[in-house]
């Protein structure tokens, strides 16, 4: 028979890709790691534009007293009639402080914050237009020079390590 005319379950995996492609993707990328390691310019080859292009960029005395922030960019994407819904978590002032004890927190809290809300809305009763906002990759860049690797031992660290379940870090935190 024509596979036009069958409605039974065996086309499920058609419609879904179907409904999946007029709909669109979204995808969050999140990225992390010291001032000057090329995470705006990794992304914007990536993806073929400049989401940073309005960006402020501090100074060396600013950046000694910035504390870590969460920044989303979004873009829509459409290749060969496939649309992407593309965010780019940020997080400037990660590592460059003086002191990085606590650099991490603000990353692990906006992840779980992220899963957490998607949780809600999925066990809601409108499930229709729910936003995707979870972080469903992570790009950590280690500075060459060897002093970063403490943040990303923290961000790598299992879950109930980071949410104090008696097994948080113990230690100077990021060198």
């Known amino acids: 028979t024509d596979d036009k005319e069958y409605v039974g379950f065996a086309t499920l995996p058609n419609q879904v890709h179907r409904k999946s492609v007029k709909k669109g993707f979204d995808f969050t990328l999140m990225v992390a790691g010291e001032s000057g390691l090329g995470k705006s ?11 940073y292009r309005d960006r402020k960029l501090l100074g060396a005395e600013e950046r000694i007293m910035q504390t870590v922030e969460i920044t989303k960019h979004a873009v829509d994407i459409e290749e060969k009639g ?10 400037p002032g990660f590592g460059d402080a003086v002191n990085n004890t606590e650099c991490w927190k603000p990353v692990a809290e906006y992840i779980d914050q992220q899963f957490e809300q998607y949780f809600r809305d999925e066990s809601g009763l409108n499930r229709k237009n729910i936003q995707d906002n979870r972080v469903h990759c992570c790009l950590y860049f280690i500075s060459p020079f060897g002093h970063g690797y403490g943040p990303s031992l923290r961000l790598l660290a299992p879950l ?9 870090h113990q230690g100077q935190g990021c060198h």
Not at 82 to 91: G, K, Q
Request: aromatic share 4%.
């Open 41 to 51: 310019t990794l992304v914007n080859s990536l993806f073929l534009t400049d989401l």
């Open 82 to 91: 496939v649309r992407l819904r593309l965010t780019i978590v940020d997080t």
């Open 160 to 168: 109930g390590a980071v949410k104090g379940t008696g097994q948080e």
